[in-house]
């Protein structure tokens, strides 16, 4: 793959992007109109009912983050004037047919003036209910390669996955794709078919509701219900799960038109940007930062993890510029053997980062830069102090050490119930809940904490090197881990961005 100039490429063209308002979507949308100003049009699928709904949550949820900063600051009062020429919010749905866009003017103009769709648009709760993961990751991504269909002069589909599809799996992971029905664990009984995933779905909802359950207690179920699903086929969650599902759906509408070239971008643990548009930027806490953020406020007395094990993390402006050399690079170059083209964006096979080491940066940063306590907590808005955590090498370890301190004196005062007034016997129930609950949390994530696979990067590092050559879209586009020096971008760059956008400190 030879690459001109991306810049250039990108003059007067018009991409759809859903799901506008997650966190990457936004790097995506800036990323573009700060790079190329002369785009023809971003057109931004975000869910709604009407025109003035999306018109509300675009400039709430979308331009007026920070992120935007950087942009507006460049075009000064005529950033304005510019947005609108440029960007056309639409109200729609990916989980619908259509895309759930009503304006039968605006469907075919996004079909015959489209050059690019990037579908952004996911659930990435791990623990999402079934139905509403289905729904958006698996049903998703089909309705959107299905409008692809439609776009006459469609030069490529990006979609965005994750490089988790893989599973628990170790080992060195390839950049290969998943066939339709494929499993983690080898099973073909159940056959894994997302017909059946979507019939099985429906019987089950429509059992809660003769059942005459609660909403409350329909999310549990639904929940425990995708969860299950997800492990009998080998993924540890609904998440990954649904995201595989998403990306067979594609791979069985290419198969159906070879014609259309298709991008899958499966970054690892995405995190605040290493530079662009600024340092630091991070929306929502995912599996690391809530470690980061429990260790500021001092409530992390023990840390999982062992010497060795590498956590692939990959900063979200990165994963934003793999995404536009990889669209531009590949537009009207469909593949030859009716598979998409894959990209894992992530840094374990290049530039690793041990997870162990994150002990020392929780208790270094904030020993230095301490949170203060709410006013209205036991410490009345002083410092709150953190100490080093103590390492548990594995899961079942921890698990004892729980036990011992915890469950086994809880199961003496159950010994003396009837002694115990209502107040304890609360005290100890409340207790009891508190520990399941941390036992279920460390059992979810233990997979990632654990994770001992090694993202290949092949097709990613030829990515890379076809921009190696201009260098300064070299450093436009920048992706390479292999720049990150993991110890200041967390002292520096992750954790105080972490502090200040997410936790709004």
Known sequence: MELNSIIEYLDNK???????????????????????????????LIRASD????????????????????????HGVGFNSFLPEKVTPVAGDVTL?????????????????????????????????????????????????EF?????????????????????????????????????????????DSQIEMKLISQKLQELKDEQVSYKEETTAMKEFGLRRARLFGWPNTYVFTKAMGEMEIGVLIESRNDLPVVILRPTMITSTFKEPFPGWIEGIRIIDSVILAGGKGKIKCFLGRAGLITDL?????????????MVGHANQPSDNRQPIIYQVGSSARSPFEYIKLRGYLYNYFSKNPLISS??????????????????????SFFTFLYITHMLPLKGLRLVNSLLCDYFRDKCNDAERKITFIMKLVKFYEPYIFFEGIFADSNTERLRASVRGNAAEADTFYFDPKCINWDEYFMNTHMPGLVKYALKY
Not at 51 to 65: C, G, L, M, Y
Not at 376 to 395: A, L, R
Request: proline share 5%; charged share 20%; glycine share 6%.
């Open 14 to 44: 018009s991409i759809l992007v859903t799901g506008p308002t997650g966190f990457l979507a936004k790097l995506f949308v800036e990323k573009l109109l700060r790079v190329q100003p002369n785009l023809k049009q971003l057109f931004l």
């Open 51 to 74: 025109s003035a709904s999306v018109t509300q949550r675009f400039h709430n949820e979308v331009i007026e983050k920070e992120v935007f900063r950087v942009l507006k600051t460049k």
């Open 97 to 145: 047919e259509n895309l759930g866009i009503r304006d039968p003017e605006l469907t075919r103009k996004l079909w015959s003036e489209v050059d690019f769709v990037a579908n952004f648009a996911a659930t990435t709760n791990f623990n999402e209910r079934y139905d509403v993961a289905f729904d958006t990751n698996t049903v998703g991504a089909k309705n959107v390669s």
């Open 148 to 192: 692809c269909m439609k776009c006459v002069n469609l030069k490529l589909l990006l979609y965005v996955s994750t490089a988790y599809v893989w599973g628990e799996k170790s080992g060195f992971l390839l950049e290969n794709p998943l066939r339709k029905g494929e499993t983690l664990n080898g099973t073909t009984s159940p056959k894994l």
């Open 314 to 326: 990959i900063p979200g402006d990165m994963v934003v510029n793999a995404a536009i050399v990889a």
């Open 375 to 396: 006013p209205t907590s036991k410490h009345k808005g002083k410092p709150i102090q953190v100490s080093h955590p103590y390492v548990f090498p594995t899961t079942a």
